[in-house]
């Protein structure tokens, strides 16, 4: 199977240029030193070519192949498996819908096509200045929040179609977008960086937490027969012990 079957274009005759090579080169080899074996090492340099033009290019997949002593065929296999790996450009903010199950039905599909008709693009493709790309993604294991829309990996939870297409059109007019939790935005080359594995050098990321609050908790609390806050009249169940029947 040809590399244009799998969606990639035919890979080109020059690797990075000599001062891009040396460079990921050098990110690659303290990456690779982190394990056992080499090829382990694999999804993080996919990252960290992802890292440097926004999407797992040909030229990146070179890269990694050399630098792992695989083939460009078993790259490729890797990189088209996995979603989170572009196959083409993505914007400077990647805006990924949930329109699995539960958000789909609270109006993840109803955001997702909105977004599509506001932005003027389809799915997995990017607006003409370079901003915003857009998926639908599966699950994102935030169901307690839904429906949410993901920007370079960071919550928007509980959104609406409204919601969603201010917030792409404030990302575009470069005006300061907070997540619902998490970190602070940050490109999508960048993220791909810390994904890759290394350090986030964002202000205060260290005290930023993605965890969940209340909702999150629910089930927890009343699983051992705690009342939910602010919920009056909630029904409470005797905590399950070991050795009782469910």
Partial sequence: MSNTDLGLPALPAKPYPAEVHAR????????IGRYPVARSALLPLLHLVQAEE??????G???????????TAEVTGVATFYTMYRRKPAGTYHVGVCTNTLCAVLGGDQIFDELQQHLGIKNNETTADGEISIEHIECNA?????PVVMVNWEFFDNQTPESAKRMVDDLRAGRAVLPTRGAKLCSFKDTSRVLAGF?????GVVDASGAGGAPSMAGLRLAR??????????????????????
């Fill in 142 to 146: 935030a169901c307690d929040y839904a």
């Fill in 225 to 246: 027969g705690e009342a939910l806050p602010g919920t009056p009249g909630t029904k409470v169940v005797a905590p399950r012990h070991e050795g009782t029947e469910a």
């Fill in 61 to 71: 997949i070179r890269f990694c192949a050399e630098q792992l002593e695989l083939t």
């Fill in 54 to 59: 926004g999407f797992v290019s040909p030229s």
């Fill in 24 to 31: 990921l080169a050098e990110d690659a080899a303290e990456l």
């Fill in 199 to 203: 350090a986030d050098e964002r202000p």
